[in-house]
């Protein structure tokens, strides 16, 4: 194991893992933060709810990508943790934790009984592929947002990266951070006294159920989380991987189901994160991505150890440095994921609409755009090609077979 991991072993892959480390701690963590404070969650709660998800997802993705040597980054759902923003300040927090429990065990049933590899296979690829590229483009967008608030940072990292992009495009990534450090390292005040890290102590709290919990906030976390398997998992198969949605669903519901008592609200194959990790910017042998998992699983490891503690080290990075790195990073992918979109003529309205509604940005009842997109491109499609005469039809899934690069 370990000889194959040094043979195995790239900068390029372990740049990427590190970014996607990093933007996880820097953006949607803090998201935790904000619904911890909404719900007037003391420290050691809040210090037990991120050592839950990082231990989860640090377990989930080492566990997966070594399995099967492909870039599985373990993560938790960013919009379901913004539901939780006004959900823990409506629902007891006891009432907040039996929801996580009853979640994690429907997500485990849907992945061990198949009944999700079903759901995966009448989905049509193209709308899928059009959901990505809208969620993408959100990100791909604030590399120039992130221009006009932090031109000082942000315009070397994107100089460095096209000029590294024309002459050794496998390190255009790294290049394009090792320069945003650079420039960020002089203008970050650090004070050593006011970083105080502290192993974190878990503590189980005992869940209780509601009704009106289960179904206000129970079910739309739900649907988020499936919603995070399907893309995550189509941005796999994009990337060239044999994954099976029963094993990677399967074995992140198993996993979070005893951290729900600790504050998990269920952890998933990272969607964004994750292309950074499974695109050729990580490396050009398909073979040799999953490195970055390893990179940032074990990443996932360390940081729980500390809990909230840590996130005060992140937060010292300047927030245009990351956004523009992930953006960078999702470029090739965002492509790829248009193309895909658009390949089949009778399916371009219907993915168009998919990936106008998930650009969007609208949300009704807790639920996020992707989630609206998807549903607006079936039912679009399905208007467009029905014939009275031989009833509804059912959207073919023209999604063409990938080897597994192994």
Same mark, same amino acid.
């Given at each position: 194991?370990?000889?194959?991991?040094?043979?195995?072993?790239?900068?390029?892959?372990?740049?990427?893992?590190?970014?996607?480390?990093?933007?996880?701690?820097?953006?949607?963590?803090?998201?935790?933060?904000?619904?911890?404070?909404?719900?007037?969650?003391?420290?050691?709660?809040?210090?037990?709810?991120?050592?839950?998800?990082?231990?989860?997802?640090?377990?989930?993705?080492?566990?997966?990508?070594?399995?099967?040597?492909?870039?599985?980054?373990?993560?938790?759902?960013?919009?379901?943790?913004?539901? !939780?923003?006004?959900?823990?300040?409506?629902?007891?927090?006891?009432?907040?934790?039996?929801?996580?429990?009853? !979640?994690?065990?429907?997500?485990?049933?849907?992945?061990?009984?198949?009944?999700?590899?079903?759901?995966?296979?009448?989905?049509?690829?193209?709308?899928?592929?059009?959901?990505?590229?809208?969620?993408?483009?959100?990100?791909?967008?604030?590399?120039?947002?992130?221009?006009?608030?932090?031109?000082?940072?942000? !315009?070397?990292?994107?100089?460095?990266?096209?000029?590294?992009?024309?002459?050794?495009?496998?390190?255009?990534?790294?290049?394009?951070? !090792?320069?945003?450090?650079?420039?960020?390292?002089?203008?970050?005040?650090?004070?050593?006294?006011?970083?105080?890290?502290?192993?974190?102590?878990?503590?189980?709290?005992?869940?209780?159920?509601?009704?009106?919990?289960?179904?206000?906030?129970?079910?739309?976390?739900?649907?988020?989380?499936?919603?995070?398997?399907?893309?995550?998992?189509?941005?796999?198969?994009?990337?060239?991987?044999?994954?099976?949605?029963?094993?990677?669903?399967?074995?992140?519901?198993?996993?979070?189901?005893?951290?729900?008592?600790?504050?998990?609200?269920?952890?998933?194959?990272?969607?964004?994160?994750?292309?950074?990790?499974?695109?050729?910017?990580?490396?050009?042998?398909?073979?040799?991505?999953?490195?970055?998992?390893?990179?940032?699983?074990?990443?996932?490891?360390?940081?729980?150890?500390?809990?909230?503690?840590?996130?005060?080290?992140?937060?010292?990075?300047?927030?245009?440095?990351?956004?523009?790195?992930?953006?960078?990073?999702?470029?090739?992918?965002?492509?790829?994921?248009?193309?895909?979109?658009?390949?089949?003529?009778?399916?371009?309205?219907?993915?168009?609409?998919?990936?106008?509604?998930?650009?969007?940005?609208?949300?009704?009842?807790?639920?996020?755009?992707?989630?609206?997109?998807?549903?607006?491109?079936?039912?679009?499609?399905?208007?467009?090609?029905?014939?009275?005469?031989?009833?509804?039809?059912?959207?073919?899934?023209?999604?063409?077979?990938?080897?597994?690069?192994?």
């Amino acid at each position: 194991m370990l000889s194959r991991l040094k043979n195995d072993f790239s900068t390029s892959a372990a740049i990427a893992g590190l970014i996607a480390l990093f933007a996880t701690y820097s953006g949607p963590v803090l998201i935790v933060v904000q619904a911890a404070q909404a719900g007037h969650l003391p420290h050691e709660l809040l210090s037990t709810w991120i050592w839950a998800l990082s231990i989860g997802a640090g377990v989930a993705g080492l566990l997966l990508t070594l399995r099967h040597r492909m870039p599985v980054i373990g993560a938790w759902s960013t919009p379901g943790v913004a539901l !939780l923003i006004t959900g823990l300040a409506q629902y007891p927090f006891s009432d907040v934790i039996g929801c996580f429990l009853i !979640l994690t065990i429907v997500v485990a049933a849907l992945g061990l009984s198949g009944l999700f590899t079903r759901l995966m296979a009448v989905l049509p690829a193209q709308l899928l592929s059009a959901m990505i590229a809208g969620v993408l483009f959100q990100f791909c967008a604030k590399i120039f947002q992130s221009l006009q608030s932090f031109p000082g940072v942000v !315009l070397p990292v994107i100089a460095a990266y096209v000029v590294c992009r024309r002459f050794i495009p496998r390190y255009a990534v790294a290049f394009a951070l !090792l320069t945003g450090l650079a420039c960020a390292l002089p203008g970050m005040q650090v004070d050593p006294q006011s970083i105080d890290l502290r192993i974190a102590v878990p503590l189980a709290t005992r869940p209780t159920f509601a009704l009106d919990a289960l179904l206000g906030l129970g079910l739309p976390l739900l649907l988020l989380g499936l919603t995070q398997y399907a893309t995550s998992i189509h941005i796999l198969r994009q990337a060239g991987y044999d994954i099976s949605p029963r094993s990677v669903v399967g074995a992140c519901g198993l996993i979070s189901i005893p951290l729900s008592l600790f504050g998990s609200c269920g952890i998933n194959p990272a969607a964004i994160v994750g292309a950074i990790c499974a695109s050729s910017e990580c490396h050009e042998d398909p073979r040799r991505r999953y490195i970055s998992g390893v990179v940032c699983g074990v990443g996932y490891l360390g940081v729980g150890i500390f809990g909230a503690s840590v996130v005060a080290l992140f937060a010292l990075l300047p927030p245009g440095l990351t956004t523009t790195l992930a953006g960078l990073a999702l470029l090739g992918t965002l492509v790829s994921s248009l193309t895909t979109s658009l390949a089949v003529e009778s399916q371009r309205e219907a993915s168009l609409i998919t990936f106008i509604v998930t650009v969007s940005g609208m949300s009704f009842f807790g639920l996020g755009s992707a989630l609206w997109g998807l549903l607006a491109g079936v039912l679009f499609g399905v208007v467009l090609t029905w014939k009275p005469s031989l009833g509804l039809p059912r959207l073919k899934n023209t999604e063409q077979g990938t080897g597994n690069p192994r």
